[in-house]
């Protein structure tokens, strides 16, 4: 979190006549209606992006407000601003701000929620999204082992489940040599198969799957490597093999 940001946000909330108090946010048009850190994202913050700043200020000004407010809607908005008339947005910006969050050491819920239901679900938006927060520079993360990369990729991988496979294979060969990512890529793997948008090819798959260390009370690794190995690639499209798996491993 970049506090000069986060002061940034909160003075400009001031100048909207928002102003925060010890159980939430009060405006100066109802002073007696206590709001929520949600009600002031989805009231305001689209009004960041009608600013008379440039496009980059209103973003990191957007930023700033999401770490303020640690709202997902916050997201939608530099989402919708990005996608809009006057977008899309500067790419760097965008993506070291979502790096940025993604490496803090902070919940960063709304951050990784975002890229799930938002840029990876969405199949035009999901090669590039997944290459800015990880692709790009996951043989780096893994060499070098700092943490707070770390932290992203390990962030990066649980959400990655709606990921076509073919863009995100490579980044998980890459991880499953690094044991600490290991338990991360699992879920990745799970998520691929269970999530409505999930994609894995089961084969390669099964085959990564074989190669993680994981910890002895990771639940469903059986059950996992049960669907895969009978070629199934996602719960939806084989509604009864995640329950014929539980059967067979129980």
Same mark, same amino acid.
């Given at each position: 979190m970049e506090m000069r940001a986060v002061a940034a946000a909160q003075r400009w909330l001031v100048d909207q006549g928002v102003s925060r108090i010890r159980d939430g946010w009060v405006s100066d048009e109802r002073p007696e209606l206590l709001l929520t850190a949600n009600q002031v994202a989805h009231s305001w913050a689209g009004d960041v992006f009608a600013e008379d700043l440039t496009t980059a200020e209103q973003l990191r000004l957007a930023f700033?407000?999401?770490?303020?407010?640690?709202?997902?809607?916050?997201?939608? /908005?530099?989402?919708? +601003?990005? =996608?809009?008339?006057?977008?899309? !947005?500067?790419?760097?910006?965008?993506?070291?701000?979502?790096? $940025?969050?993604?490496? #803090?050491?902070?919940? #960063? /819920?709304?951050?990784?929620? @975002?890229?799930?239901?938002?840029?990876?679900?969405?199949?035009?938006?999901? +090669?590039? #999204?997944?290459?800015?927060?990880?692709?790009?520079?996951?043989?780096?993360?893994?060499? =070098? %082992? @700092? $943490?707070?990369? !770390?932290?992203?990729? %390990? %962030?990066?991988? /649980?959400? @990655?489940?709606?990921? %076509?496979?073919?863009?995100? /294979?490579?980044?998980?060969?890459?991880?499953?040599?690094?044991? +600490?990512?290991?338990? #991360?890529?699992?879920?990745? !793997?799970?998520?691929?198969?269970?999530?409505v948008y999930g994609d894995l090819e089961p084969a390669a798959a099964l085959s990564l799957l074989d190669r993680l260390d994981l910890p002895s009370d990771t639940e469903h690794v059986d059950e996992l490597r049960h669907v895969l190995a009978a070629g199934h690639k996602n719960h939806y499209r084989s509604p009864g093999a995640w329950d014929d798996a539980i059967r067979s491993c129980s």
């Open positions: 700033g407000l999401l770490d303020l407010l640690d709202e997902y809607w916050v997201t939608c /908005e530099i989402r919708f +601003a990005n =996608e809009g008339p006057d977008g899309p !947005l500067p790419a760097d910006l965008l993506w070291d701000g979502y790096r $940025q969050r993604l490496e #803090a050491d902070r919940d #960063a /819920e709304a951050v990784t929620y @975002s890229l799930w239901v938002d840029w990876f679900e969405d199949h035009t938006t999901s +090669a590039t #999204a997944f290459a800015e927060v990880l692709g790009n520079d996951i043989d780096r993360v893994v060499a =070098e %082992r @700092s $943490q707070a990369p !770390l932290r992203r990729a %390990r %962030r990066v991988l /649980e959400c @990655s489940g709606p990921v %076509r496979w073919t863009v995100k /294979e490579p980044a998980y060969r890459t991880a499953a040599g690094l044991p +600490a990512l290991h338990p #991360a890529l699992f879920r990745g !793997l799970r998520a691929g198969f269970h999530d």
